[in-house]
């Protein structure tokens, strides 16, 4: 869920740089409130949306981007919390032992098991996910893997169409495709949103995605529309539809395209909704996804509750692993507070890649 960019968001940038050029950070802000649910119109502007936010944390994308401008103070807190707000999971002070070895018929580099691991050059050492068989898979918002080990399979995606992704697409993809056996590649992150993020109307994501997707599809190598938000209503800044209402009109006029599967986005309500209200949101998210896909599998690429991470995720993960429709998903995020702590895996991420 974003809001004006005129007013608070340019106040809440941060630029990172971890021993290479300038990164951009993906501002992440796009949360469901229940009252979305209720078709009632969520307030964007509202600066208790965003509270407890820690800007510092996400630096998406591993590519170099153009400077951005000198990134503001953050927005006053109303509370602090050791984890990032964007979980509400409180992880041990020293990580339980890891699960049993996983098994050697463990769809080693072929992503045959739905659960990934989303993260970015912040994120640990990610062998620590090593023994937990249920995740085989993981993406960074970027076109090179950036240290996730061979046992995964690594999904690029090429972020916008900004020149410091495009000027590594072809040769990243052709390496993920040739060298590590890549079978998926992911267009736009969320266009439908204000820069930071891909922020592209729907005429200029379907000329993008012919351009740059369209040459890697074949039989062998799987095609993902871009992803968008679970944001609803208008988009002021772009004046375009959020949200699913951007991503129906690109699969109608991306004609000729070649789409295999829709990645989408879920985030849960910011305002102490119970875990069965983001269970409910959820489903209901998703079973529109599924819908605007029409047949086609679904990636949830990003999604997170607020309301309690383990509570939550023992509601969906069952009925995630459930959904013929399903194909892939990917809990936001491998970062220190939500599914690691520290240099180790958390009470949550444990949760997370066993059960």
Request: glycine share 10%; proline share 8%; charged share 15%.
């Amino acid at each position: 869920m974003f809001f004006s960019y005129r007013t608070l968001a340019l106040a809440a940038l941060t630029v990172s740089t971890i021993a290479q050029p300038t990164k951009h950070l993906h501002q992440h802000l796009h949360r469901r409130d229940l009252a979305d649910l209720l078709h009632k119109r969520v307030d964007y502007n509202d600066p208790a949306l965003y509270n407890n936010v820690n800007w510092a944390k996400v630096d998406y994308t591993g590519g170099a981007k153009a400077a951005q401008p000198p990134a503001a103070p953050a927005p006053v807190q109303e509370k602090v919390a050791e984890a990032p707000a964007k979980s509400a999971a409180k992880a041990p002070a020293t990580p339980a032992p890891a699960p049993a070895a996983a098994s050697t018929n463990n769809n080693a580099n072929t992503g045959g098991g739905k659960r990934g691991l989303a993260y970015n050059p912040t994120s640990p050492n990610l062998s620590i996910f090593n023994n937990y068989g249920k995740i085989t898979w993981g993406y960074n918002w970027d076109s090179a893997p950036a240290g996730l080990p061979s046992q995964f399979q690594y999904v690029p995606t090429l972020f916008s169409t900004l020149p410091v992704h495009t000027g590594q697409w072809d040769g990243n993809v052709k390496n993920a495709i040739q060298g590590s056996g890549t079978h998926y590649v992911m267009s736009f992150n969320e266009p439908d949103m204000p820069a930071p993020q891909a922020d592209m109307t729907v005429a200029a994501a379907v000329a993008a995605y012919k351009q740059y997707m369209a040459p890697y599809g074949s039989g062998n190598v799987k095609l993902g529309s871009p992803s968008v938000s679970n944001g609803v209503g208008t988009n002021t800044a772009k004046g375009q539809p959020m949200g699913l209402d951007w991503l129906k009109p690109f699969l109608q006029q991306c004609t000729g395209c070649q789409i295999d599967f829709v990645p989408v986005h879920w985030y849960g309500c910011t305002n102490g909704c119970a875990v069965k209200d983001d269970v409910t949101s959820f489903k209901a998210q998703i079973g529109q996804a599924i819908e605007v896909a029409n047949g086609r599998p679904v990636w949830i690429t990003e999604f997170q509750s607020l309301a309690n991470g383990e509570g939550f995720l023992t509601e969906v993960l069952p009925w995630l692993d459930g959904q013929g429709q399903i194909e892939r998903y990917a809990y936001f995020m491998v970062e220190s507070g939500v599914l690691t702590n520290g240099n180790g895996v958390s009470a949550l991420g444990q949760h997370y890649g066993s059960s």
